[in-house]
């Protein structure tokens, strides 16, 4: 079946286009419903004001602040290679 929709310049879509065009039409209207609900919930769950809040608890550690902090400086490492540009 010939299709008059013109392939976006995103070389992802293009690539998926041949498969997606041959899909009957209640294969194409779930594939709407499905991108809808994920456009959707990442809307809902980007709100960029308080990205931060997710990482709220999770980092767990029975060392103090110093300590941390000691112990990533104490970790670090000098790059003695050459880098050609």
């Known amino acids: 079946m010939e299709s008059n929709v013109e ?4 070389p992802i879509i293009a690539r998926y286009w041949p498969e997606l065009n ?9 594939l709407i419903i499905m991108l809808s609900r994920s456009l959707k919930y990442h809307k809902a769950n980007s709100d960029s004001a ?3 809040d997710r990482f709220c608890g999770v980092w ?3 060392r103090t602040a110093d300590e941390i902090v000691n112990d990533i400086r ?3 490492t ?5 880098v050609e540009l």
């Open 7 to 10: 392939i976006a310049s995103s």
């Open 22 to 30: 041959d899909l009957n039409d209640n294969m194409k209207l779930e």
């Open 50 to 52: 308080h990205w931060a």
């Open 60 to 62: 767990e550690d029975s």
């Open 74 to 76: 104490s970790m670090r």
């Open 78 to 82: 000098a790059n003695t290679f050459d």
